[in-house]
């Protein structure tokens, strides 16, 4: 009588954050790059293709990808107060006559 055989353990590979960001600016694929300084906390976010930097205040906790989807909110904020046309008042002189 043989032996019973040893099932095969097989690991999963662990998923990693991503480090390299598609640019929403200019639409370059894997061209935001993000360097965070612990030290001073701030991170500073650079497209190679379309040469935007920004630097932004990071907290303690944040990684790459918490601070690309802070500043892409902060992107779509001011796209949308941008598009805003102001009101325009009711003229005075226009009245309604009856």
Wanted: hydrophobic fraction near 30%; charged fraction near 35%.
């Amino acid at each position: 009588m043989g032996r019973k055989r040893k099932r095969i353990v097989r690991t999963k590979p662990i998923p990693t954050l991503p480090t390299v960001f598609d640019c929403p600016i200019c639409g370059t694929t894997n061209s935001i790059n993000i360097d965070i300084n612990r030290k001073i906390r701030t991170a500073v976010i650079f497209c190679g293709k379309c040469k935007i930097q920004t630097t932004k205040p990071v907290r303690p906790i944040e990684e790459r990808v918490d601070v690309f989807g802070d500043w892409l909110d902060t992107l779509v904020e001011e796209s949308e107060e941008s598009q805003k046309t102001p009101v325009s008042e009711e003229r005075s002189d226009i009245t309604d006559e009856s």
